[in-house]
């Protein structure tokens, strides 16, 4: 994510390193490669201009801490503009309504349609939440059945008209249907096109003035840079939407979008799609994702993804396990399904700390258990459950079945011990004692 702009940013603010003092002179050195780093990730040149002027009136007259060096404090003074420019602080979606009704918006291509259902799998999680997906996009081939398709990916209804090319008909009936079936929540996909037309704008225009939406949308691929912006200022004039959805955060970003967005429209960025999976979105946090952009992780996130594929029952049965050592495979193979859950792999280790940068060079596969998958699927349920059975005749057919060698396999078997042994510790008065074990080493 934006690991371009990041590598840029990170060399242009190592200017000020080795200097005892902030001076207009290095300040200005810096900034112009903070400038360039901006331009060359797509950003608008007066945004870029103004964002620079922002951090050098700041840094200029201002006395270095004792505990920061000028490279520190010019990170920080960054941080804190980027955090402003991309809104300053965190915008939910409006709820209000009965129903609520969330009218959705954007070009074709831009993940419109699965970003609405990643939006009601999203709501959905909240146990008030009954959402009801409408269809309204009647002109491109097969829309409405990738609608349902999603729909029934997350168990959630889809409310369409067959032969009816009314869009503002059929969300208006869909409100009724809502009422009528207990949904307080109304999603609306409507229809976008390959570019900003006069019949586009008019149509969806005419969907907002009929149904009166609590929550207006507007759908944007992020990997579109600067025309992205220019979209979503057309949409805009027409809709007054309330909020911007970045997708395909996943891909090679250059990071242009989420910059400039909002200074362009004055519209909050609400939400994120990262990645293709239906547990791929995120609210928009301004001040982490500006910790992103510097290399700085964002450990938040990662402790709420964690949370969000976390079952307390589930919990319950691993310490039951754990603790009477039937800690097995299967237990294992369910971890590894919870963490792949959670987003792509690439993606998981840019919010850690220091590990983006340190890993920027590295291919991180999201098939990274792919081998470890196999070899476990290749292993019978007895063995599955009861490791100690595993032998040397047992490993060279788990690694035929598998097609990976008897030394994936015997690694495999090593870690899975190394971590059992790891947990029964944690399970008793272990865990004191490895605490007590760190603060010796410090």
Do not use: W
Request: with cysteine.
């Amino acid at each position: 994510m934006f690991n371009n702009l990041s590598d840029k940013l990170d060399k242009a603010l190592h200017t000020l390193k080795g200097h005892g003092q902030i001076t207009e002179i290095n300040v200005a050195e810096t900034l112009k490669e903070v400038r360039r780093a901006l331009l060359d990730a797509d950003v608008n040149f007066k945004i870029a201009k103004d964002f620079t002027k922002k951090v050098q009136q700041k840094a200029i007259g201002q006395d270095v801490l004792t505990t920061l060096n000028p490279g520190q404090l010019m990170v920080k003074l960054v941080k804190d503009e980027l955090t402003e420019l991309m809104g300053g602080e965190t915008v939910g979606v409006n709820l209000g309504g009965s129903p609520t009704v969330i009218l959705m918006s954007g070009l074709q291509g831009s993940g419109k349609t699965t970003f609405s259902g990643k939006l009601a799998q999203f709501l959905k999680k909240k146990k008030t939440k009954q959402v009801l997906l409408v269809g309204c996009d009647v002109y491109r081939p097969a829309a409405i059945n990738q609608l349902k398709v999603v729909g029934e990916q997350i168990g959630v209804e889809v409310y369409a008209e067959e032969g009816n090319k009314n869009p503002v008909e059929i969300s208006q009936n869909a409100i009724a249907h809502a009422k009528a079936n207990g949904k307080n929540v109304v999603i609306i996909d409507t229809a976008g096109r390959l570019a900003v037309d006069q019949e586009m704008m008019t149509e969806i225009s005419n969907i907002h003035k009929a149904v009166n939406p609590q929550e207006t949308l507007f759908v944007v691929d992020s990997m579109t840079g600067q025309d992205a912006v220019n979209t979503a200022k057309a949409f805009n004039d027409i809709l007054n939407f309330d909020g911007v959805v970045l997708t395909k955060l996943d891909g090679d970003t250059r990071g242009g979008a989420a910059l400039s967005i909002k200074s362009v429209v004055d519209k909050p960025i609400k939400f994120i799609g990262t990645g293709e999976k239906m547990e791929a979105i995120d609210v928009f946090h301004p001040d982490r994702m500006a910790d992103r952009i510097l290399g700085m992780g964002d450990v938040i996130s990662l402790v709420e993804r964690a949370q969000d594929q976390y079952d307390e029952e589930e919990a319950r049965k691993l310490q039951k396990k754990i603790a009477k050592n039937q800690f097995g495979f299967d237990d294992f193979l369910n971890q590894i399904q919870q963490i792949k859950k959670m987003g792509s792999m690439k993606d998981l280790v840019g919010m850690i700390p220091g590990a983006g940068k340190a890993m920027k060079d590295v291919d991180i596969d999201d098939d990274a258990f792919k081998g470890i998958e196999a070899i476990i699927h290749s292993m019978t349920p007895s063995e599955r459950s009861t490791p100690s059975l595993i032998d040397a005749s047992r490993k060279k057919r788990i690694a035929k079945g598998s097609g990976t060698s008897i030394q994936e396999v015997n690694q495999l078997m090593k870690q899975f011990s190394q971590m059992s042994k790891m947990m029964k510790m944690m399970q008793g008065g272990g865990g004191r004692k490895m605490m007590q074990m760190m603060k010796g080493m410090k």
